[in-house]
DNA sequence: TCCAATCTGTGAAAAATTTCACAATCAAAT
DNA sequence: ATTTGATTGTGAAATTTTTCACAGATTGGA
């Protein structure tokens, strides 16, 4: 008999609002606010309502690994128990800790990744001098690059700075598995390709061009006059959304 | 007779991929590389399938306004004429500016719009110090704000600077319609309200918090944090996306 | 001219996602 | 102890979105 957790292959959509569920928590368990928090004011929070973020957190399976071969359950199992992270106390609602563990876990956050950052411009700089909070220390830069010798010379950081022709050795030799673009339009999509070279498996990119996604990388393509322009079509549809 | 155009609702996932189609082809316009596009071609520039952007495309209604009252189609008129994007030229596939024109009028995009910054950290300062691309003028800030006079006076730009607190009166008279936050996450909130207050339509949030939508306004929340979270999922579960 | 290849536009089918609705559970009050 | 009011977890229904599949159109030869 096998030992498994069950792998409901999680909807894109409740996989990326269960994202966002994990770092709402994070931050709601520092506020020792409430002791719980229920599905409705997490739904609010996130702009979505109870019954939708439920059943995300129904999709992780619930109480951690499940045996084949355990003793039937009882004649109506209609409703299946608490999981663990409403069950934990005897309370009402979701204990943010417990559930944002359980998301943690389930969704391979948790653990700390490396990433890289290329382009040290205005935004790359800004990028790079973030990370006050314990939120952020989750990813740690380990390598940056930019194309220009001089910026390289000029960024004071302690993260070590490369040129951008040495991508795709750096990060293969630093096993670095997410890559974070900051260049101008014109060069991302050659810095995406060193990033894929290098073995990166997902990509942010926020020069203001698509980066396809190929070969199985993950792909966020951010720019700020994409989001105005979603924005102003909401607008214009008299729609208001996310 | 009326005459009026063609609305239908235009599903929120279309109208956000439009608003990326829109400025993919802004870029295609100016590289004059080929005289024109297939769907499937910008499908895969957008890492969809070329239907989806056919579909997208239908959405919009195609050619221009409809009359009421006008002849009854011929017999079988399974098939609708090109659009006008499509039907310029003799040619198969899109004309990159009739087609990026034919968005822009639908979607609301198409005049410069004027937009708001709150805060003038590195983020901001980022923000502000952009905007040498075409493109990018299409949102044209007309104030900016941050809590600290001491930043007040030390930022150089043309762009007329205020204190936090007058957001809301100077978005009222000045008729700001969107706002973008770059403030710390604690602060991120408030600036929210006084922006709604001041009566914008649309924010774009990139502090790490989620400004939940409220009274029809639109709201992109973006952080850092929050896409490689989603990736990190999206790897875990050895799935590609967007 | 006619055939083969390619491409759009779109109903209709399929798939994915959200919402509903309700049994089970729990806390608090009576 | 019971009742009342909230809340979770989740099948099933409803809705939304994507994909299919094909008619009609267009181009480029043979």
Redesign the pocket.
Known sequence: MKNFTIKSPL????LERLSYLYSLLARLETETHPPRI???RLGELLS?????I??D??FLG?RTPVQTGQPEQTE?P???P??AA??AS?????DPSALKNLIGERLGLGETRTACLVGLGRLGSAILGRGALPEERRYRLTAAFDASINRIELTQTDIPLFHSAEISRVVREKNIKLGIIAVPAAAASDVAKRLIAGGVQGIVNFAPVNIPRTQGIAVRNISLTGELDIISAYINAHLAHT
Do not use: F, L, M, Q
Not at 48 to 52: L, M, S
Not at 90 to 94: A, D, H, L, N, P
């Open positions: 909807p894109p959509p409740a229920t599905s409705r979505v309502p109870g019954e939708t439920r059943k957190i129904s619930g109506h209609k409703t299946s608490r999981t409403a069950a005897r309370e009402k609602g979701y």
